[in-house]
């Protein structure tokens, strides 16, 4: 493990920081673009490869910033092409980057904190308790390292079109990082991914969503998972502070003056729990007015879950309720899961500061 670092991390900069960076220092704010465009487009780290700055910038430089990357511990790869990353952030925390290639296309899903916060039922994260957000240069690492890994295609292309914040953590939980992340994956001199390409996905933070509609401009999904707030309650304890009805209504007005934007909300199916045709119901009447499409996510199962996947026969009776009644549904495929990298699986290594591991270990042995 590298020592730590009392220098810049230039990937902490999206270019507005880069050129206050450059300013700051004495130099000309157009440095930051020519940055930018080593790091993100031509993978460059060694600031004495980037050519076009002068002898005395880069020796300046070295001085006083670098570009610090995690330590890539395990980079597996499934028999469905899906492939995740183990990086290593500091002693004992490490976090997950899934790879999801269909098609054309090519996702990376990208986590935004080591753990998270808010405990929902039926995902391994949660369990896995919470230490730390991560830095802006942690969350467009993970981008960097799989641009990297990946490469292009035979047209020269990018692998990697589109990414999803839908790793490990609540994004919204950590706005400033996650939106300046987000703004490098877009910037032209960086990633150059369209705003439609780039999703951030909430349990539904409120506050954090009314903020977003003013500062950035991408796709959203809700991590929904029930139709009403009795059921949502246990899966998503979020909803006891920022019930459903509140949460959709923030979602719909991020949407306003946006054509042809729709709201994904996502939908574990869970054995049993939120799988029955009158969930299936109650989801339509919530959704009626909602400019929205469903992801239904079979659910993928953990050590020590008490939750089971659905029946295929219980998803498509599901699915087909919903689009009988107007709602575009898809069933989200299971991708990754012989490497543990499907949905709700990621769990990385986390040293747990709520201790929630500790004491759901003090909780089973006091029931024997």
Request: charged residues 25%; aromatic residues 6%; positive net charge.
């Amino acid at each position: 493990m590298p020592e730590l670092s009392d220098k810049m991390n230039l990937l902490d900069l999206d270019r507005a920081g880069m050129e206050a960076f450059f300013t700051s220092i004495g130099e000309k704010a157009f440095r930051a673009t020519q940055v930018l465009k080593w790091i993100h487009q031509h993978r460059v780290i060694d600031l004495n490869e980037m050519t076009n700055l002068s002898k005395s910038l880069r020796e300046k430089l070295q001085q006083m910033a670098e570009v610090r990357l995690p330590e890539v511990l395990v980079d597996q790869k499934s028999d469905d092409g899906t492939r995740k990353w183990l990086l290593r952030l500091d002693s004992g925390n490490s976090i997950e980057t899934v790879f999801i290639p269909e098609g054309s296309r090519g996702t990376l899903c990208v986590s935004s904190q080591i753990g998270c916060a808010l405990e929902c039922s039926f995902c391994a994260t949660g369990r896995q308790g919470f230490n730390r957000n991560l830095s802006t240069g942690e969350i467009i690492s993970q981008v960097l390292v799989a641009n990297h890994a990946l490469g292009f295609d035979d047209e020269g292309e990018r692998v990697v079109t589109n990414v999803v914040m839908m790793g490990m953590g609540e994004p919204l939980l950590n706005f400033d990082n996650v939106i300046a992340a987000m703004n490098i994956m877009m910037d032209d001199f960086a990633y150059g991914i369209s705003k439609r390409r780039v999703t951030l996905s909430t349990a539904g933070v409120v506050p954090a969503l009314e903020r977003l509609r003013d500062t950035i401009d991408v796709s959203l999904a809700l991590s929904l998972h029930a139709p009403n707030n009795a059921l949502r309650d246990v899966l998503v304890p979020l909803n006891k502070k920022y019930p459903i009805k509140e949460t959709l209504d923030v979602c719909k007005r991020y949407f306003d003056g946006k054509k042809h934007r729709y709201l994904t909300v996502e939908y574990v199916m869970l054995k049993d729990i939120n799988d029955k045709p009158e969930h299936a119901h109650e989801l339509v009447k919530l959704l009626k007015n909602v400019p929205s499409k469903v992801n239904l996510i079979p659910f993928n199962p953990f050590d020590e879950t008490q939750y089971e996947r659905s029946s295929q026969t219980a998803i498509n009776k599901f699915r087909d309720i919903l689009i009988k009644n107007g709602l575009i549904t898809i069933t989200r495929k299971t991708r990754g899961d012989d490497i543990d990298a499907a949905c709700g699986q990621l769990a990385g290594r986390v040293q747990d500061k709520t201790r929630r591991t500790q004491k759901r270990v003090q909780l089973q042995a006091g029931a024997k």
